[in-house]
């Protein structure tokens, strides 16, 4: 609104543009990740990483999350990779990746980092398949997000014109 406010109408859409391009690039990561999740594309998944373990380097390229964000979960307790005892290394290996791409998946559809801590507490105990009804639920949310996106995007539109209309008649 202070965009409005002050007259920025078009930098206040590009603003919007902005949310709407940052929840569809969530929506193709959470897309990918529900496909990966499949029982059978998870075994083939892991599979392909036929090493033992990954450095966090290896592993922000193999799932697309900067090691900035890989160490902020370890430290909220998310993840707990091994740690070579002579270098300190964090050594990722194929169920970290898999539980990293689930952390990925719901903290960046909907969910705070206290609500995915308690998620992956329920996938630590349950299956995959709660996994991917966690992922669907996530995917259903942000298609209403988008709804909503649109919606205040129509609203905000017809403001902007009744500035402009104002600002004309004055």
């Known amino acids: ?76 307790g998310l993840i707990t990779p091994y740690r070579d005892p002579e270098s300190g290394y964090r050594k990722y290996n194929r169920e970290d990746i898999r539980r990293l791409l689930i952390i990925r998946t719901v903290q960046s559809s909907v969910y705070l980092l206290d609500k995915v801590r308690v998620i992956m507490d329920k996938i630590n105990h349950l299956s995959i398949h709660e996994a991917r009804k966690i992922v669907m639920d996530s995917l259903a949310h942000m298609d209403y997000q988008i709804e909503q996106q649109f919606r205040g995007g129509f609203y905000l539109y017809q403001l902007i014109e009744l500035l402009k209309k104002n600002i004309e008649d004055s």
Do not use: C
């Not at 603003?15 to 569809?24: R, T």
């Not at 969530?26 to 990740?33: F, N, S």
């Not at 390229?61 to 090691?67: A, F, G, L």
């Open 1 to 76: 609104m202070p965009m409005i406010q002050q007259g920025q109408y078009t930098e206040a859409l590009w603003e919007v543009n902005k949310l709407q391009a940052d929840l569809y690039q969530r929506k193709m990561q959470a897309t990918k990740a529900l496909e990966i999740l499949k029982p059978a594309n998870m075994k083939s998944f892991l599979d392909k990483r036929n090493k033992d373990w990954y450095t966090i380097g290896e592993v922000e390229r193999e799932i697309d999350v900067p090691t900035t964000t890989l160490r902020h979960w370890e430290k909220e």
